[in-house]
């Protein structure tokens, strides 16, 4: 099995602690399963639904400040909203952990108070474990959820160092805010992203062809400002009726990868980047999003109700499971439809 937090192959033990004790009486002796390598202790839960649920690693990588951390606390926020349950029958999301469900209700708690997370410190980062279940058009898994600090993508070495687990990722998310790129060295600024990437990850061993990549634009309400015409989204786009945004319909989903394609060719000029997107990774595919539907204030809070916008749509591309479905016939039709 693939443990969780270090993420090598290998078979769980069982080890025994004591446990609840203090000076004056003696705790009671636990059991649990523990992996060899890193000897963290792994939960019940992952290890009794490992066929189920596959393992699915949601690794965020980007630069600073392009919206990696409000992007995951917002996903929480939506996956767990009751809109959701009341939606999809049989949907449903499972915290892992006690690490896990107290992170995912901090981050949820940030955003009901409209306060934004700061930046992500530049430690090796501990996993957000949660099982979901029903979604539709994708496979049951245990999201792996890993959120960076931008500055790990400065430098292949640091990846090696602080983000080795992207190099374990079926699709690995690129998320990139366009009002963040420096307006002149936009497409080199994008190059040096998917370089970096590449150079960190062939290191780690990752051989071509073998990853999907997912290039998640964020902030996308600030595109029609910044883009006028050539953002190929009406404004309306942006916010469908409410519960309709979390609606996942596939080929919305291809359509808009195509017409971000397009975008990124003539309106970005950015083919050095789709050239080698396309030479790396089996797969290139473009989403957009708005985790917050607005700009913050210039303190960094919010004004009104975070409005999410899209934020399944890059997680569709994660659960699919390509790796898993590609031999059935169901997995072909998605690899056409999505070409
Ligand atoms: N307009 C708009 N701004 C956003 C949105 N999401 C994030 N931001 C802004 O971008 C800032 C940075 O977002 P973070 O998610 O913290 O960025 P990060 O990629 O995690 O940054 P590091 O942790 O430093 O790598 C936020 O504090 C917000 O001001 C969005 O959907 N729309
Ligand atoms: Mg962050
Ligand atoms: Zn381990």
Redesign the pocket.
């Known amino acids: 099995m693939l443990c969780p937090f270090c993420l090598k192959q290998t078979e769980f033990i069982r080890k025994q602690e004591e446990r609840g004790g203090n000076a004056n009486q003696r705790g009671r002796v636990m059991e649990y399963m523990a992996c060899p390598s890193c000897e963290s202790e792994v939960p019940r839960m992952y290890i009794n639904n490992y066929e189920a649920c596959p393992p699915a690693i949601v690794s965020a990588v980007?630069?600073?400040?392009?919206?990696?951390?409000?992007?995951l606390s917002s996903l929480f926020r939506l996956m767990r909203s009751p809109e959701l349950d009341r939606r999809w029958r049989g949907y449903v999301t499972w915290p892992v952990n006690q690490g896990s469900l107290d992170r995912i209700k901090a981050a949820i708690r940030e955003i009901d108070d409209r306060r934004?997370?700061s930046?992500?410190p530049r430690v090796f980062p501990t996993p957000t474990l949660m099982q979901v279940k029903n979604l539709p058009d994708t496979l049951d898994r245990t999201l792996i959820m890993y959120?960076?600090?931008?500055?790990t993508f400065r430098d292949g070495n640091d990846i090696g160092q602080y983000a080795d687990f992207v190099a374990r990722a079926e699709t690995v998310l690129f998320?990139v805010?366009l009002s963040d790129l420096s307006k002149e060295n936009r497409p080199e600024e994008l190059r040096d992203l998917l370089e970096t990437y590449v150079m960190g990850v062939e290191n780690l061993g990752t051989t071509r062809k073998t990853q999907s990549l997912c290039v998640v634009l964020?902030?996308a309400?600030?595109y029609a400002e910044q883009f006028g015409s050539k953002w190929p989204f009406p404004e309306t786009a942006l916010f469908l009726p409410p519960g309709e945004e979390a609606y996942l319909r596939p080929n919305d989903v291809y359509a808009i990868s195509r017409k971000l394609r397009n975008f990124f060719d003539s309106a970005l000029n950015a083919e050095a980047f789709l050239t080698k997107a396309d030479d790396f990774f089996s797969s290139v595919r473009f989403t957009y999003?708005?985790?917050?539907?607005?700009?913050?204030t210039l303190d960094?809070r919010l004004e009104s109700d975070a409005r999410h916008c899209r934020l399944l749509d890059p997680i569709l591309y994660v659960m699919r499971g390509d790796a898993h479905a590609k031999q059935t016939p169901i997995g072909k039709i998605w690899e056409w439809l999505g070409r």
């Open positions: 980007g630069f600073p400040n392009h919206g990696k951390s409000v992007y934004l997370p930046a992500t959120d960076t600090a931008g500055e998320f805010s964020t902030k309400d600030e999003v708005s985790a917050l539907g607005e700009r913050p960094n």
